[in-house]
């Protein structure tokens, strides 16, 4: 998704660390670029700002990470300085990459410069949702039952691709009628939450994956034409050169899958933090609750 809101996870992560520094000796210098288990390494993840899966996960690498003695740290930008930095090798890994649409711009430019590891999330989209008990099930319905609707659709902000998207789906539906109100994602969400809390129909623009999908119940309407693109699938790419030093990173992030309901119960338990200083100790919290599945990801 273009857009994103979860306010708290905006919020920087730390200083950056610089990769493999000058050193006392050539084969120390040798071992932190081998980058094994047992010597470790210094690693830097680069993390959309407020993008909910960039921040969910690159927070469940770090500790996986640091638990098999790494040194992680999060670099906290947009998507443009972030690809700029993978590329450069300033940033070892990125998480969060939309493909083949999303991000194909930032691949054309800095495609050469960066490798992909492997897919980890299968069905990202962009959606249009409604309470679960709505009476409809296709945008193709929506104009028929507009009123049960209060004949609003409640966006997120006017310039982000979903907003784009939905825009352009209006006409295919006939919904010029409707309302289509666009201001903010946390705007967008306080609206989702006093409709499901009240019993409401509502329609919202969305994205998945997204943590609404498991604090509310939700389903997305059936989009027959089209007009919000095919489903993506989120990679995790590296800075050229990672697989050679440190290899064994390199095999966990390209095995690594992670479904959706995993994913929203640990960005919903990171929301729930009550500060940015409170996320280790949620991480950590989950990752015991969820031992087993952890630990198979660098079995």
């Given at each position: 998704?273009?857009?994103?809101?979860?306010?708290?996870?905006?919020?920087?992560?730390?200083?950056?660390?610089?990769?493999?520094?000058?050193?006392?000796?050539?084969?120390?210098?040798?071992?932190?670029?081998?980058?094994?288990?047992?010597?470790?390494?210094?690693?830097?993840?680069?993390?959309?700002?407020?993008?909910?899966?960039?921040?969910?996960?690159?927070?469940?690498?770090?500790?996986?990470?640091?638990?098999?003695?790494?040194?992680?740290?999060?670099e906290y930008a947009d998507p443009a300085p972030t690809?700029?930095?993978?590329?450069?090798?300033?940033?070892?890994?990125?998480?969060?990459?939309?493909?083949?649409?999303?991000?194909?711009?930032?691949?054309?430019?800095?495609?050469?410069?960066?490798?992909?590891?492997?897919?980890?999330?299968?069905?990202?989209?962009?959606?249009?949702?409604?309470?679960?008990?709505?009476?409809?099930?296709?945008?193709?319905?929506?104009?028929?039952?507009?009123?049960e609707f209060d004949n609003t659709i409640v966006g997120?902000?006017?310039?982000?691709?979903?907003?784009?998207?939905?825009?352009?789906?209006?006409?295919?539906?006939?919904?010029?009628?409707?309302?289509?109100?666009?201001?903010?994602?946390?705007?967008?969400?306080?609206?989702?939450?006093?409709?499901?809390?009240?019993?409401?129909?509502?329609?919202?623009?969305?994205?998945?994956?997204?943590?609404?999908?498991?604090?509310?119940?939700?389903?997305?309407?059936?989009?027959?034409?089209?007009?919000?693109?095919?489903?993506?699938?989120?990679?995790?790419?590296?800075?050229?050169?990672?697989?050679?030093?440190?290899?064994?990173?390199?095999?966990?992030?390209?095995?690594?899958?992670?479904?959706?309901?995993?994913?929203?119960?640990?960005?919903?338990?990171?929301?729930?933090?009550?500060?940015?200083?409170?996320?280790?100790?949620?991480?950590?919290?989950?990752?015991?609750?969820?031992?087993?599945?952890?630990?198979?990801?660098?079995a």
């Open positions: 998704m273009k857009m994103r809101s979860f306010a708290p996870f905006a919020l920087a992560a730390g200083a950056g660390l610089v990769l493999a520094g000058c050193s006392s000796s050539e084969a120390d210098s040798d071992a932190a670029a081998s980058g094994d288990a047992a010597t470790g390494g210094e690693l830097t993840l680069g993390v959309f700002n407020g993008w909910d899966e960039s921040v969910a996960s690159s927070l469940l690498w770090q500790a996986i990470l640091e638990d098999q003695g790494y040194d992680v740290t999060l690809f700029q930095a993978l590329a450069d090798g300033d940033y070892d890994l990125v998480t969060d990459v939309w493909l083949p649409a999303t991000h194909a711009d930032y691949l054309e430019k800095f495609g050469d410069d960066i490798e992909e590891l492997g897919a980890w999330f299968d069905s990202a989209a962009l959606t249009v949702a409604v309470n679960a008990d709505a009476p409809i099930d296709s945008l193709a319905d929506l104009a028929e039952h507009a009123d997120i902000e006017p310039g982000a691709g979903l907003t784009g998207a939905v825009e352009g789906a209006i006409p295919v539906y006939g919904l010029e009628g409707m309302d289509f109100v666009t201001s903010s994602t946390p705007a967008m969400l306080a609206e989702l939450d006093s409709a499901m809390a009240d019993g409401e129909n509502i329609i919202v623009t969305l994205w998945e994956p997204h943590w609404a999908y498991g604090a509310y119940d939700l389903k997305n309407l059936e989009d027959p034409e089209g007009t919000l693109g095919d489903a993506e699938s989120i990679s995790t790419y590296s800075r050229a050169g990672l697989g050679e030093d440190f290899p064994e990173v390199a095999q966990w992030l390209a095995d690594f899958t992670m479904d959706a309901e995993l994913l929203y119960d640990l960005e919903n338990q990171l929301l729930a933090a009550g500060s940015e200083s409170d996320y280790e100790s949620v991480v950590h919290a989950w990752v015991a609750e969820n031992q087993e599945w952890v630990d198979s990801l660098t």
